[in-house]
């Protein structure tokens, strides 16, 4: 069974910083690439940041240089390192590969 669990999300201020991770399993990590992306209330789900199984990333022109997106393969983890949180970076941080989506996690920067 694919499952994909998020966890590290929370209540920052602005200027803070949190590391989002995603654990899988059911799933050959070291050759599937990684997304997160996020949903904010009232907006459509968006791509924040994905990684290739090779490492190779690409991000969202509003997280550039703010957030790093890096995996562990070993331990099949994926992660996302967000620092200089805005409160427009609050929503809900979803993992994601190969038409398989987590559960979510709540970000929430406070102003």
């Known amino acids: 069974q694919v499952r994909l669990v998020e966890s590290g999300g929370g209540l920052v201020q602005a200027g803070g910083s949190l590391r989002l991770s995603c654990a899988a399993s059911?799933?050959?990590?070291?050759?599937?690439?990684m997304a997160w992306y996020r949903q904010a209330p009232g907006k459509q789900r968006e791509l924040v940041a994905r990684?290739?199984?090779?490492?190779?990333?690409n991000y969202a022109d509003s997280v550039k240089g703010r957030f790093t997106i890096s995996r562990e393969n070993a331990k099949k983890i994926v992660y996302l390192q967000m620092n200089s949180l805005k409160p427009e970076d609050t929503a809900v941080y979803y993992c994601?590969?190969?038409?398989?989506w987590g559960q979510g996690t709540q970000v929430t920067v406070s102003s």
């Open positions: 994601y590969t190969n038409f398989i």
């Open positions: 059911g799933i050959v990590f070291a050759i599937s690439p």
């Open positions: 990684i290739t199984s090779d490492g190779s990333t």
